[in-house]
Structures are given as structure tokens and as C-alpha cells.
């Protein structure tokens, strides 16, 4: 009786490990891919994804989308309307399906998934009833660009992006795209004005259970791997999924060969990624950062701000090592300025040195930035005696640098400058295979 058990148990663990491995190679991609634009017309460089959004009785078009890595939930330029108002929905524009006040993923982004820590926000976004129909879920949204608060109301929605096998768009003609139906909020197109043009939307890559990578299924929400460039008139690259990821011209170097992974830390109050500091070396000098420094990774600060007075040892070391250089008059927000070009310029790295000895390198491209035709500098920020995080880690330091979220055991793979390796985040092959 006990032997005729255990070969049952055996073989329905069988069973079942096979069912899984049909599953798992039944699957003809590995990954989804949207490319990454970089703004500079707004108050700030701004990065932005471009996601397919359906509208008009399922017509697809591409829309862009800020890249957040921090906020609890999607909002864009849209209008809730019930299935039974469809028709009213006007030309080009979004009209999801609203959530109602009464479904429990209201109440949980009200309370708890929320933007946080906002004094412009009223404490309670208040009810709003949708005629005939019955009571939306208003919710505070915080314009990533002027900090301000708004309104939108929460919806269910429909994004699709394209299947990759880490080389190509959609892997084959049938499994083109993948749609995902997250619950995201709509705001009116005001609500945008301080947006780059034609980006209409904040994108959650956040830990919120509201945010984008949440609702992927498996292996998609495996992990988020960034790739921004550094020129607006470029591409660069995101995925969601496992890898591999290749790009050109390399065409057989899988990009996961190139990083260094760091444990990310959590932080009581913030969907953000975090991630621990332990010394910053310029030129074999280690300038000491105080004990569990942690730096905050942010999609929205252009550059990486540190805290007063590890911010002046920096500058310190740093103009000791560029002495032969030419100082200009400091452009804010930068403290220290050359009169020198950019190209062709060689400035010693700057290392974070983090957990385990792994070192993050920024080299000339992402320490130096060109600010007039004569005047370029060093791309850091005072960020005050007592701003906390000591550090955020910002774009001009992730430009040109693979980065690995994995959110499924919750590590950073980063590559450090990819132009060491001979390529960039442009370097992605968008280029459409020919599938229908
Ligand atoms: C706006 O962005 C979308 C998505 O990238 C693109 O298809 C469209 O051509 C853009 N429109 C303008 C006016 O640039
Ligand atoms: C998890 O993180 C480690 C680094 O700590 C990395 O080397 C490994 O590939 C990751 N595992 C998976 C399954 O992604
Ligand atoms: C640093 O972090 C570790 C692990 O989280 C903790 O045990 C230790 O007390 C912290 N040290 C300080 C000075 O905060």
C-alpha cells in the first residue's frame, strides 16, 4: 500500500514537472521590448517609454509614457468611461473603463499605494460620481516635473508590448505582442502641460503592487532592465523578462555577461529601489561615506545628488585629480566647472564601491557633462547638509549603462558604461524582421 502511494507521488511529480517544462518551452519569448527616448525639452532631461495603447474599439498606437521608477501607479492622458458611454469616447483619445469606488483596489490605493509625503495633496482626493453610472476612485497624482498635485481617476486598463527573444521585436507572428491590463489612473491632458511634448503618461516600474511590473506573469515580471541614452534623437532599450539581451554589433554577447550584481534595499515609506554604499574612490583615494549609506536610484533626478558633505570631499578629490584642467565659473546646478570641451576629454572615474567589493564605475561620459560650448562639469549635486537618502543616483550617471532590476530576488545588475564594451543603449536592434 505504502510502495503503491509513493509511485503514485512519483508519478505525479512527474507529471507535473513535465506539464511545467511544456510550459516553459512552449514559450517563444524570453522578454517584451519598448524603446527608450530622452527628452530635453522640459524642465529637466526626462526619459520616456513608449508603450501601445488601445483605443478606439481596439485600434493599437503607440504612446510615450515618463519613465518612473518610484511611483505607485500608472496614470496618463485618458477619460473613464462604462462600457455602455463607449461610444461618447471623443477621437483620439483613451477611454478605459473607470474602477469603481466600491472595489477594494480603490480603498488599497487611496490608503496605502499612494503618492506619499506630498504636502500639496489634499488628504483625501474626495469621491466623484460618475453620472448614472455611480462613484469613481479619485486618487492624488504628483507631476514628476513641477512636484504640484493633481487628480485621476483610477481605471482598468489595457497595454500591449512587443515579444522579444532578446535580439529582435516579436519573436514570431504569432506571439507578436503581450498584452498586460493593469489598473492605472486617468488624468486630464492638462495635467501634462509640464511634461516633454507628446509624453502623456508616468509609467510605475516601481515594488508597488500598482505599478506595471506587477501585473506581467511569469517570466516577464522576473526582472526590468534599463538601457537610456544619452542624445534625444537616439533609442534606447527596455525589457522586462529574464534576458538574454544582445546588442549590436555583438551580436552572440549576451549584455548579462557585462554586469555586476549588488543586493536592492528596501525603505519604510518608498516603492523605490535602493541600494548600499559603502565608499567612493576617485583616483586610488577612498573618500569615506558615513556607515549603511544608502543611495536611492531615481529616473527622475538628471543627476546624482549627495549629501553636503560627502558631496565636498567629491569636489575636493575630484578638482585635486583634474588639476591640469582649466576651471570656469560653476553653471548651476554644478559646483565645480572647466572651460574645456567634452570630447576627447579623459577625466580619472569615479568608483562606488558597494557590498562585496563590487564597484560601480563612472567614467568620463557619465561624470563630465557639457553644459555651454565652452564650460563642461562635473555632473554631481549638492543635495543639502541633511537630504536623505546621503545619495540618489541619477540619469546622467545611468546613461549609456545597462541596468538589470531583478525583482525577483531583488538584485541590481549593472554594467557600468557600456562604451567600454564598444556599444551603447542605441545599439538595440528595433528594426522590424519582417513578421507581419
Ligand atoms: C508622438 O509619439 C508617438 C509614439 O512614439 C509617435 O508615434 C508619434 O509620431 C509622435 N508624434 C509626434 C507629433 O511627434
Ligand atoms: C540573483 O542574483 C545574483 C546576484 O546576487 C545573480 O548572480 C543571479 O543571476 C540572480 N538569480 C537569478 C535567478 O536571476
Ligand atoms: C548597518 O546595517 C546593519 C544591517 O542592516 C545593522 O546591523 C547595523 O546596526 C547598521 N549600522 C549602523 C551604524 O546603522
Given at each position: 500500500m505504502y510502495l503503491l502511494l509513493q509511485l503514485l507521488v512519483t508519478v505525479l511529480t512527474f507529471m507535473s514537472h513535465g506539464h511545467v517544462a511544456i510550459i516553459v518551452y512552449a514559450q517563444p519569448y524570453t522578454s517584451v521590448v519598448a524603446p527608450i527616448k530622452k527628452h530635453i525639452d522640459a524642465a529637466k532631461p526626462l526619459y520616456s517609454v513608449e508603450i501601445i495603447t488601445t483605443y478606439d474599439q481596439n485600434k493599437h498606437s503607440p504612446a510615450n509614457f515618463l519613465i518612473d521608477i518610484d511611483a505607485p501607479f500608472i496614470w496618463h492622458d485618458c477619460i473613464v468611461l462604462a462600457e455602455s458611454y463607449k461610444t461618447n469616447c471623443p477621437s483620439n483619445t483613451l477611454c478605459p473603463s473607470p474602477m469603481s469606488c466600491e472595489d477594494y483596489q480603490c480603498d488599497d490605493v487611496r490608503t496605502i499605494y499612494s503618492y506619499k509625503n506630498?504636502?500639496?495633496?489634499?488628504e483625501d482626493p474626495g469621491h466623484t460620481s460618475l453620472g448614472g453610472w455611480g462613484c469613481a476612485c479619485p486618487v492624488n497624482v504628483v507631476d514628476p516635473v513641477t512636484s504640484s498635485c493633481g487628480q485621476a481617476l483610477l481605471n482598468y486598463d489595457d497595454f500591449t508590448m512587443y515579444t522579444s527573444?532578446?535580439?529582435?521585436?516579436?519573436?514570431?507572428a504569432f506571439n507578436k505582442f503581450y498584452g498586460a491590463n493593469p489598473n492605472a489612473a486617468c488624468a486630464p491632458?492638462?495635467?501634462?502641460?509640464?511634461?516633454?511634448?507628446n509624453v502623456s503618461g508616468v509609467m510605475a516600474f516601481s515594488?508597488?503592487?500598482?505599478?506595471?511590473?506587477?501585473?506581467?506573469y511569469q517570466p516577464l515580471k522576473k526582472s526590468l532592465a534599463l538601457c537610456i541614452p544619452s542624445k534625444p534623437s537616439d533609442r534606447g532599450v527596455l525589457f522586462f523578462g529574464t534576458g538574454p539581451y544582445y546588442l549590436l554589433?555583438?551580436?552572440?554577447?549576451?549584455?548579462?555577461?557585462y554586469l555586476s550584481y549588488t543586493p536592492l534595499v528596501k525603505r519604510e515609506g518608498s516603492f523605490g529601489y535602493f541600494i548600499n554604499v559603502n565608499g567612493i574612490v576617485i583616483k586610488t583615494r577612498s573618500i569615506n561615506v558615513p556607515t549603511n549609506t544608502t543611495a536611492k536610484l531615481s529616473t527622475l533626478d538628471p543627476y546624482t545628488t549627495l549629501r553636503t558633505d560627502i558631496y565636498k570631499s567629491v569636489v575636493r578629490r575630484f578638482s585635486m585629480v583634474t588639476k591640469r584642467l582649466h576651471y570656469a565659473k560653476p553653471i548651476a546646478p554644478f559646483g565645480l566647472c572647466y572651460s574645456?570641451?567634452?570630447?576627447g576629454l579623459k577625466v580619472p572615474d569615479i568608483d562606488f564601491i558597494l557590498p562585496n567589493g563590487k564597484k560601480w564605475t563612472i567614467s568620463t561620459t557619465n561624470s563630465i557633462?557639457?553644459?555651454?560650448n565652452k564650460v563642461a562639469c562635473l555632473?554631481?549635486?549638492?543635495?543639502?547638509?541633511?537630504?536623505?537618502?546621503e545619495i540618489v543616483i541619477g540619469t546622467f550617471q545611468f546613461e549609456d549603462n545597462f541596468l538589470e532590476f531583478?525583482?525577483?530576488?531583488s538584485t541590481l545588475g549593472f554594467s557600468s558604461s557600456l562604451l567600454r564594451k564598444k556599444t551603447s543603449c542605441t545599439n538595440f536592434n528595433f528594426t522590424p524582421t519582417g513578421n507581419p
Open positions: 506630498n504636502p500639496s495633496c489634499p527573444d532578446g535580439r529582435k521585436v516579436g519573436v514570431d491632458s492638462s495635467s501634462f502641460a509640464s511634461f516633454p511634448a515594488s508597488s503592487p500598482y505599478a506595471f511590473p506587477a501585473y506581467l554589433p555583438q551580436l552572440n554577447v549576451d549584455v548579462r555577461s574645456t570641451s567634452t570630447t557633462k557639457q553644459v555651454t555632473a554631481f549635486v549638492d543635495g543639502g547638509a541633511t537630504s536623505e537618502p531583478n525583482l525577483q530576488n
